[in-house]
């Protein structure tokens, strides 16, 4: 009874984007912003950005996820929202007693010209009250770059709100990227057992993924300390995963010349904090440069356990290497993660055969040559994808998986295909935030669904079924 | 409470302890965590699932994407509204305009997925840069020589509700459009039923035994050549989310359609949506056929409703949903499983809506308007609530605190109308109520 949505071959340019394969910055920074301690996030525009926005969130993590909203009217366009953003933030204070309040800008409020700093500004200089929270802002218009480039602002803007300079220490800055929680739970293990102190921007391996409450709580535990971020300029270095980060907020500028940097890298520039910069460790190789750089920082070498994860990992890739070998992939998703994933997929044998993204950094293509050794050469990598362009090529190429979020499952239905569901979003699963990639142990888990969804398609589709491998 | 927000005490009350009106229908206020959406939303949802339309989303990237299928609207033939086309502005269009981006969108779409119509939804920004819509899609109107509608629902320019006014103006420039078509006898429109997990084929089933002809379904599996015909029906039976009203009211006025209030959630009030509709027809057969209905149903019904009111006799439920009428179904359906409301609100009720409420709840029941998640879950502690029933935005909170959660939204993908969806309403209930997960959170 149910008609697919037509199937559309044609290789016509469309104008339009079908099925988005990416989401607007203020979403984005509002992940970074909910990993700071104490922090609410104020989305500077109208009501239905931050609504829309929440709930996508909530969808992925299940987990309350409170963002306030100056809520513009007509009038707030005209006149410019600088009533609202005032009482916006009387009002976040009132509620939540936050440590720090955190404005990220929309579409609405950068087009009208709206000059939140300055507003902020005034606040200060105003208010009666005591104890005012920390202020920091990003500016994130989403026709500027997509949610990662809002993400990586709002990392940028925190830094630069808060980190000072400062005699050398020992510790270590972390910045992660738009990972899982469980992710950044694995990376902090990983951090302590090497001996590290370190300070991780975002953090929301907490505050986006709680334990049960006896009262509901306003802000939930977990988060960066601004006292940390303040450390970030005297730290013996950097790590920031991700190659490509926020360079797709360059593409397209017309008026502003503002150069998006991101935290690492102001870091490095103001405080000469040394910036190793790497794709996210998913796979082997990738993991092998993440430890190689903790090593290099530290004069240690790599705890036993992690030795152990490794070898049991490279054990398993001998194990599946034949149901995999020569499958074809499709990965697609945020620019940094599909680099990776398909760093990680080269290595143990699979064909990517499309990498595609909705990011617009254009260099997705070059950083997927420069990571893939394997077959590097010859993947096409498609920058400002979206679904159906992914599902109109997929029809001509038909792909034995798709790696990435849930939000292809629709094609893989169609074309019955398995998905591998990591990244984000995952809204048809549970746990899709406790999803591990990071490290030898998220690769390992990457590596097993892999391998099962291809022993269980083979199965699913033999006349008989087996029992052994 | 103190810590609320202060501007916001007129919109909650007691029953029994506070005697003022309610205040509601106000804009949210800055800097609350409002579960409210915007304009762009409601008209999204009023006119989502029409089906062989093209939805094009003019804005940046964010509202399309949020959009995207979520909601759980069925359709027994094209699928097109399921796909989330945006023309995803950049800031090039922000600076220069996004006329030409927009024609170009529309007609590259238009030419392939060859849809019935097209509606095209401006979003805030589009308000601000100020993009002639309204003369991009009546050139492409001329052009293609299918309807391009304009929906002119900048986020910012009201609350949800002007969102459905705004839909309902867009259906109201397709109806009348057929002049060709003749009513058969006992023909009726459905207007505000929107299909979710296919509801509106049970429904259609309903009348349909009763002898009532359906004409056009505004939104539910939507067809643009059958809203067209829609001022041909004798009856319009809305379904009170307030969401149509509005249509329902203007058809009146210009065609003379009559139009009547019901309500599909609960026994009650869906009898009654069936009931009123042979007495409207003065049909003596078309009541017996209902009676006998509605027997039929409730013989099977109440039997297999039995054992879930046994288990949930005395527990106490809030409710916190998008319309009110929804609100009071709910209050009543939740009565014939034994449960008792304790804390009821609204994103969007009016003051109608409130004072009923006021007088079928019990002393002490909460009635809110606008909430947000603090107070929520301030109302579900003081009140030891044992179930909530909300939308997607709620789950959590009701989750994280240890109470059983039934989504009532848009979004849900189980069919909670008519006589079948009591019965899904009751086992959805009772699968939380009483799973024994709670009793690590208490
Ligand atoms: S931009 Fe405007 S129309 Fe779009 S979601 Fe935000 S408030 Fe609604
Ligand atoms: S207006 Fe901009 S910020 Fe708001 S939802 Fe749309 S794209 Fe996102």
Redesign the interface.
């Known amino acids: 009874m149910f008609e697919n949505a037509p199937i559309i071959k044609s290789t016509k340019e469309f104008t339009a984007t079908r099925n988005a394969c990416k989401l607007c910055a203020p979403l984005g920074a509002s992940v970074a912003f909910k990993g700071i301690r104490g922090c609410v996030p104020i989305i500077h525009g109208s009501q239905g950005c931050s609504t829309y926005i929440r709930r996508y969130l909530i969808s992925h993590f299940k987990e309350p996820v409170d963002i306030a909203s100056s809520n513009f009217t007509e009038e707030a366009t005209i006149f410019g929202g600088a009533a609202n953003c005032h009482a916006a933030i009387t009002n976040v204070i009132g509620q939540y007693k936050p440590e720090v309040v955190a404005m990220t800008t929309t579409c609405l409020s950068e087009t009208i010209g709206d000059d939140v700093k300055m507003y902020i500004h005034d606040f200060q200089k105003d208010s009666q009250l005591k104890d005012l929270p920390r202020f920091v802002t990003a500016s994130t218009p989403s026709y500027q770059g997509s949610h990662m480039d809002g993400f990586h602002e709002a990392v940028s803007s925190a830094v630069k709100a808060f980190a000072k300079g400062g005699d050398k220490g020992t510790h270590i800055n972390i910045f992660p990227g738009f990972v899982s929680t469980e992710d950044l739970r694995q990376l902090k293990y990983l951090l302590s057992d090497f001996g590290f102190q370190f300070v991780m921007l975002p953090d929301y391996s907490e505050t986006l993924d709680n334990p049960i409450w006896e009262s509901y709580k306003r802000i939930p535990e977990g988060g960066t300390p601004v006292s940390a971020i303040e450390t970030c300029g005297s730290a013996a270095a950097s790590i920031e995963f991700g190659t490509i980060l926020n360079y797709g907020a360059l593409s397209g500028r017309v008026k502003n010349s503002r150069l998006s940097s991101t935290g690492a890298n102001y870091l490095e520039n103001e405080f000469g904090v040394k910036n190793y910069r790497m794709p996210l460790p998913i796979g082997v190789k990738n993991t092998d440069r993440f430890v190689k750089a903790l090593e290099e920082i530290s004069g240690k070498e790599m705890p036993l356990r992690y030795m152990t994860e490794r070898g049991r990992l490279i054990d398993s890739y001998a194990d599946g290497h034949k149901y995999i070998f020569g499958k074809k992939a499709v990965v697609y998703g945020e620019e940094d993660f599909v680099v990776a994933m398909t760093t990680f997929l080269d290595e143990i044998g699979i064909e990517v055969i499309l990498a595609a993204t909705g990011g617009e950094s254009g260099r997705l293509a070059d950083e997927i040559k420069a990571n893939c050794p394997e077959r590097g050469e010859q993947i096409l990598a498609k920058n400002m994808f979206d679904y159906e362009k992914i599902r109109e090529w997929c029809i001509d190429n038909k792909p034995d998986l798709f790696v990435g979020n849930s939000k292809a499952y629709y094609i893989a239905r169609e074309l019955d295909v398995p998905i591998v569901r990591c990244g984000f979003p995952i809204h048809d699963r549970i746990g899709g935030q406790r999803i591990k990639h990071l490290g030898y142990a998220g690769t390992q888990d990457l590596f097993d669904q892999v391998v099962n969804a291809m022993i269980q398609y083979k199965q699913d589709h033999s006349p008989v079924g087996y029992k052994y491998m | 409470m103190d810590?609320?927000?202060?501007d916001r005490k007129n919109q909650i009350l007691t029953k029994g302890k506070d005697d003022a009106t309610i205040a509601c229908g106000k804009?949210?206020?800055?800097?609350?965590?409002?579960?409210?959406?915007?304009?762009?939303?409601g008209s999204r949802v009023v006119l989502y699932p029409i089906a062989d339309a093209l939805h094009?989303i003019h804005?940046?990237?964010?509202?399309?994407?949020?959009?995207?299928d979520?909601r759980g609207a069925?359709?027994?033939?094209?699928?097109?509204h399921?796909?989330?086309?945006?023309?995803?502005?950049?800031?090039?269009?922000?600076?220069f305009g996004g006329e030409e981006?927009l024609y170009?969108?529309l007609i590259?779409?238009i030419?392939?997925?060859k849809p019935k119509g097209a509606f095209v939804y401006a979003t805030?920004?589009v308000?601000?840069?100020g993009d002639d819509v309204e003369a991009v899609c009546r050139r492409v109107t001329r052009e293609t020589g299918i309807d391009v509608i304009p929906v002119m629902s900048e986020?910012?320019?009201?609350t949800k509700k002007d969102g459905y006014k705004i839909a309902c103006g867009a259906l109201a420039k397709l109806i009348g459009t057929d002049t060709t078509y003749e009513a058969p006898e006992y023909s009726i429109n459905i207007l505000g039923d929107f299909n979710l997990a296919g509801e509106l084929w049970m429904l259609a089933e309903y009348y349909k035994k009763m002898g009532v002809n359906l004409v056009g379904a505004m939104t539910g599996d939507g067809r643009i050549d059958d809203i067209r015909k829609a001022h041909k029906a004798h009856l319009n039976i809305v379904q009170c989310s307030g969401s149509m009203i509005g249509l329902a009211k203007e058809m009146k006025e210009k065609y003379g359609i009559p139009f009547m209030k019901v309500s599909y959630f609960g026994i009650e009030d869906m009898s009654d949506a069936l009931y009123e509709v042979a007495k409207f027809f003065k049909s003596d057969e078309m009541m017996e056929k209902a009676r006998t209905l509605v027997k039929e149903e409730l013989s099977v019904l109440l039997p297999a409703l039995a054992q879930y009111r046994q288990k949930l006799e005395g527990k106490k439920a809030a409710i916190y949903v998008g319309g009110a009428f929804k609100a009071i179904s709910l209050v009543k359906a939740l009565r014939l499983i034994g449960m008792k409301t304790v804390v009821v609100g609204s994103q969007t009720g009016n003051v109608d809506d409130y004072n009923l409420l006021k007088e079928m709840c019990d002393d002490g029941t909460i009635i809110v308007d606008d909430s947000n998640?603090?107070e929520l879950?301030?109302f579900v502690?003081q009140t030891g609530a044992d179930l909530f029933i909300g939308g997607?935005?709620e789950?959590?909170?009701a989750?994280?605190?240890?109470l059983g959660f039934c989504d009532h939204n848009h979004e849900r993908k189980e069919a909670l109308a008519g006589y079948e969806g009591m019965l899904n309403f009751a086992k959805e209930v009772y699968a939380s109520v009483c799973s024994p997960v709670w009793q690590?959170?208490k």
């Not at chain 2, 989750?399 to 240890?402: A, E, V």
Request: net charge positive; glycine share 10%.
């Open positions: 810590a609320f927000i202060n804009a949210s206020v800055a800097g609350s965590v409002s579960q409210r959406a915007c304009v762009f939303c094009l804005g940046p990237v964010g509202c399309a994407a949020y959009t995207w979520i069925l359709s027994s033939g094209p699928q097109i399921r796909l989330s086309f945006t023309t995803d502005l950049k800031e090039k269009e922000v600076v981006r170009k969108a590259s779409l030419e392939t997925y805030c920004i308000g601000v840069i986020g910012f320019n009201g998640p603090n879950s301030e502690k997607v935005k789950r959590p909170i989750y994280k605190l240890g690590f959170m």
